[in-house]
């Protein structure tokens, strides 16, 4: 997620064009608020967790800061709903469900006790649970963790989904896949991450806005936080698989999706552009000397996206587009020769699409084609200056993952990185 602060930067190098004046994001983004009335009549209310003297309910009216749905994609959203066409976004115990009249109110206290798996039907067998610990960090891949976290999810949202198994990939959220009883699949995605729970509850309406405009990612059936304060989405289930390696016809889908996120401005409140300005001006020494300090490897890529920035800069970063914020090729599900899926689409923001096709540049599996392919299509967008300032953030920030995280394979793919690296320097 970009990390940003609330003052423009003082370097000029950096900056919004004058069609598309930069907004400066803050930590914490204002509400998004869908339209009220809906078009069925109905207004939302939210409730805000059932931990003890912390419950409340406000209802409708767009707050101070808030953003209208229609204000920025036109008309109401398509928002969260369970497997009953119910709407439900839960925060904790309490949810966002359709009203007539009157703030919806989570459920009186229970008293304390295991929570029971979700299971396939009133007659299956049932396991106690106890809920975790608030000071315990689990492992994404912990089974037990996910089964406790979907019993309160199907107690929420009046759902009865049961864990199946754990799919592939992410390096930050488990991801399991959910049958129920009537043998529809869906996928629990969650993260042991507290801190992203603003974050993911801000982009259930966002995710909502961008599918109404025709961009090809799931729809978020249920979205909330659960009493430990993991964030979680159960999302549609949409077959395919991500490309193992990016070849020129991969690349052209690719590049023909990236396209269709131009001039959709999803979010102007979470902008990438913003990021990158950010990165390159208040935060460069900061990182320069962090990806000093990872090693040799790091410090020839550094050299290199000196050399990048050195060549172009100043640069004007525009905005106006949607940005995923990590388009990568594990992110996007292929079926039958297209595109099925665009997924792990919570860092979605605003900002220039150019930021994605930086980042599916350092792809790890690449071929030559489809690299110069992706290439020229991103410098077609604003020119080679945006580009090689986002090519240069995503490396940068991509090295400081990678040894964080001890992650080897992406530790190896660096030399590879900085050689693409050279290959846009003029």
Known sequence: MPQTDNSRPSDDRYHASADHPVPIPALTLPPVIPDSPGTDGSQLAISRGRRPGRGRACSGAAPAGGVRASDLLGGPPQRATTHRSQSAVAWGRGVISPRAAGP???????AARPLPVADGGPSAMREEITPMPH??????????????????ANRDHGTRFRLTHRLDGGFQSGTWLLTDTHGQ?????WSPNTAAAPQVLHAADVVARVRAAGYPTPAWLAVGVSQSGFPYQIQQFIPGRPASRVDAGTARLLIDLLESQAGLDPNPDHCWSQYVTTRLTHQRDEMRREVTATG???????????????AHEPVTLPTGDLVHGDFRPGNILLDAGRVSAVIDIEALGSGSRVFDYATLLSADELDPTAQRLITAAGQRVAGPGPLACCFAVVALDLALFVHHRNLRRGIDHLPRLRDRIKAVIP
């Open 104 to 110: 919806v109110r989570p459920p009186e206290p229970e």
């Open 185 to 189: 699949q869906a996928v629990l995605k």
């Open 135 to 152: 000071d315990t960090t689990p492992d994404r891949a912990d089974a037990h963790t996910a089964r406790a976290l979907l019993t309160e």
């Open 296 to 310: 040799p490897a790091g410090r020839d890529l550094l050299d290199a996206c000196e050399r990048l920035l050195a």
